[in-house]
């Protein structure tokens, strides 16, 4: 079940992300909803499920851009296992705890992802930081935030949580 | 508000530190091999992909269709509903048929120069864009089946797209000439000077290494020069809006307004590499003197 789960969630990022967010784009830059799911897959499935829907993402989404197929695989692979990680060492974790983390690591990401990409030389740390790291990481949080949210206040996850232990 | 807890036992932390280690050493070491294998890999999966990614991209087309009409009758007057009704439905025709016969003109102009110029090029449609913020792409649906490989050009009748980067089985990912990645071999139209057209971060083109003692002026018009990747010699680029020349410069370079706007294709053809003629057979293989 939690494989089917967590197949639907790859098949159905890819087009979600490469057709409907080009046009809810903002200051040009659109979240990366595969790093928000990657980050709450490790964070309610642990390092393992992390890291393997991850790298699967991460494989899928590259597909469908002009990026190499390891970069992002691996660096999404690494975020939700990091996130799994983190999930084991939390007890108790608000959605406001979740978009500061959100926040932070998807600019550590997005000042990784140029060196691992070997963009061109114009696409200089300045740029980086103030057109893309930044707008997106600020995206990523506020949309992390708001979905965490939404499953805890509107979904049974104690429920869920027992269903996916069975 | 409590964690959720859906963590998985010691011996999959194991599998799960093991499996990082191995990706890891495997990037470091075979960055080139695993990418291969990851492209292969890639093939059958990027046509399950295919196939939401099209259907999501159908529906969008027709909710915007739908949006856009509810939004223009918005501000409509209803003083009369019969007349309103009637003139909803003559409105509602009349656009349908003027969207028909805009599509079938531009798709026979796409067809005629694609007759003319391209016999043996693909026609195809644009289904999305990246899936990430650092390239400027788009996709298009149609893939390695059709015959569509990397470093294929890709135009319209209006100029230069960009050109093919990655292909899955039905897909394929065009680099756009306006990201700074992409690369196209360059022709000053009036003065045959050559360079590289290169894209900016500001979504313009720049056309680089110009020699200085160019007459290169603004307004000229910037072709493909055929020498090297996938275009025929004479597609256009773009046209010069500004000339940048550097004290003690050994080039000179120029910025472009490239002649298709990105943000509006909605059909292109792809060129394939076998239709691009050789210099030498451009040029006319030389006979043996008598």
């Given at each position: 079940?939690?494989?089917?789960?967590?197949?639907?969630?790859?098949?159905?990022?890819?087009?979600?992300?490469?057709?409907?967010?080009?046009?809810?784009?903002?200051?040009?830059?659109?979240?990366?909803?595969?790093?928000?799911?990657?980050?709450?897959?490790?964070?309610?499935?642990?390092?393992?499920?992390?890291?393997?829907?991850?790298?699967?993402?991460?494989?899928?989404?590259?597909?469908?851009?002009?990026?190499?197929?390891?970069?992002?695989?691996?660096?999404?692979?690494?975020?939700?296992?990091?996130?799994?990680?983190?999930?084991?060492?939390?007890?108790?974790?608000?959605?406001?705890?979740?978009?500061?983390?959100?926040?932070?690591?998807?600019?550590?990401?997005?000042?990784?992802?140029?060196?691992?990409?070997?963009?061109?030389?114009?696409?200089?740390?300045?740029?980086?930081?103030?057109?893309?790291?930044?707008?997106?990481?600020?995206?990523?949080?506020?949309?992390?935030?708001?979905?965490?949210?939404?499953?805890?206040?509107?979904?049974?996850?104690?429920?869920?949580?027992?269903?996916s232990r069975m | 508000m409590r964690m959720v807890n859906l963590r998985a036992p010691y011996s999959a932390r194991r599998v799960a530190?093991?499996?990082?280690?191995?990706?890891?050493?495997?990037?470091?070491?075979?960055?080139?091999?695993?990418?291969?294998?990851?492209?292969?890999?890639?093939?059958?999966?990027?046509?399950?992909?295919?196939?939401?990614?099209?259907?999501?991209?159908?529906?969008?087309?027709?909710?915007?269709?739908?949006?856009?009409?509810?939004?223009?009758?918005?501000?409509?007057?209803?003083?009369?509903?019969?007349?309103?009704?009637?003139?909803?439905?003559?409105?509602?025709?009349?656009?349908?048929?003027?969207?028909?016969?805009?599509?079938?003109?531009?798709?026979?102009?796409?067809?005629?120069?694609?007759?003319?110029?391209?016999?043996?090029?693909?026609?195809?449609?644009?289904?999305?864009?990246?899936?990430?913020?650092?390239?400027?792409?788009?996709?298009?649906?149609?893939?390695?089946?059709?015959?569509?490989?990397?470093?294929?050009?890709?135009?319209?009748?209006?100029?230069?797209?960009?050109?093919?980067?990655?292909?899955?089985?039905?897909?394929?990912?065009?680099?756009?000439?306006?990201?700074?990645?992409?690369?196209?071999?360059?022709?000053?139209?009036?003065?045959?000077?050559?360079?590289?057209?290169?894209?900016?971060?500001?979504?313009?083109?720049?056309?680089?290494?110009?020699?200085?003692?160019?007459?290169?002026?603004?307004?000229?018009?910037?072709?493909?020069?055929?020498?090297?990747?996938?275009?025929?010699?004479?597609?256009?680029?773009?046209?010069?809006?500004?000339?940048?020349?550097?004290?003690?410069?050994?080039?000179?370079?120029?910025?472009?307004?490239?002649?298709?706007?990105?943000?509006?294709?909605?059909?292109?053809?792809?060129?394939?590499?076998?239709?691009?003629?050789?210099?030498?057979?451009?040029?006319?293989?030389?006979?043996?003197?008598?």
């Amino acid at each position: 079940m939690k494989g089917l789960i967590y197949f639907a969630v790859i098949v159905g990022l890819v087009p979600v992300q490469s057709v409907l967010l080009a046009h809810i784009s903002l200051w040009g830059v659109k979240p990366d909803l595969g790093f928000v799911a990657v980050c709450l897959v490790g964070l309610l499935g642990g390092e393992l499920d992390g890291l393997l829907v991850g790298l699967a993402l991460g494989w899928a989404m590259s597909l469908f851009s002009a990026q190499d197929l390891i970069s992002s695989a691996v660096l999404k692979g690494i975020v939700g296992f990091v996130a799994g990680l983190a999930g084991r060492q939390v007890v108790y974790l608000s959605p406001l705890v979740l978009v500061i983390g959100l926040l932070v690591v998807s600019c550590l990401i997005g000042l990784v992802s140029p060196f691992a990409l070997k963009l061109s030389g114009q696409q200089d740390w300045w740029w980086t930081v103030s057109t893309v790291v930044l707008p997106q990481a600020c995206l990523d949080a506020v949309i992390g935030g708001l979905i965490y949210w939404l499953m805890w206040s509107r979904l049974n996850i104690e429920q869920l949580m027992a269903e996916s232990r069975m | 508000m409590r964690m959720v807890n859906l963590r998985a036992p010691y011996s999959a932390r194991r599998v799960a530190l093991i499996l990082a280690v191995i990706l890891v050493l495997g990037f470091l070491l075979l960055p080139g091999q695993l990418q291969t294998v990851f492209q292969q890999i890639g093939g059958p999966f990027g046509w399950i992909i295919s196939w939401p990614l099209q259907t999501v991209a159908g529906i969008h087309d027709r909710i915007g269709d739908t949006w856009g009409r509810y939004v223009a009758l918005q501000g409509v007057e209803d003083e009369n509903q019969h007349l309103k009704r009637e003139l909803d439905l003559l409105k509602e025709q009349n656009g349908q048929l003027r969207e028909a016969a805009v599509a079938t003109e531009r798709l026979s102009a796409l067809l005629e120069f694609r007759k003319q110029v391209l016999p043996t090029s693909v026609a195809a449609q644009v289904i999305g864009r990246d899936t990430g913020n650092w390239y400027k792409t788009i996709i298009l649906n149609k893939g390695a089946s059709d015959g569509l490989q990397s470093d294929q050009g890709v135009i319209t009748p209006a100029g230069v797209v960009g050109r093919v980067v990655k292909t899955t089985a039905s897909t394929a990912v065009v680099l756009l000439v306006t990201d700074p990645n992409n690369a196209i071999a360059g022709l000053i139209q009036r003065t045959r000077d050559e360079g590289i057209v290169e894209g900016t971060t500001q979504g313009q083109a720049r056309l680089k290494y110009i020699p200085l003692l160019s007459s290169a002026r603004p307004g000229d018009h910037v072709v493909t020069s055929g020498l090297v990747g996938g275009f025929p010699r004479g597609i256009p680029i773009g046209t010069i809006i500004r000339i940048d020349k550097e004290e003690e410069a050994l080039f000179q370079s120029a910025e472009l307004s490239p002649e298709v706007d990105p943000n509006r294709i909605e059909e292109v053809l792809v060129i394939l590499s076998s239709s691009i003629p050789g210099e030498g057979e451009r040029l006319g293989v030389p006979k043996p003197k008598p």
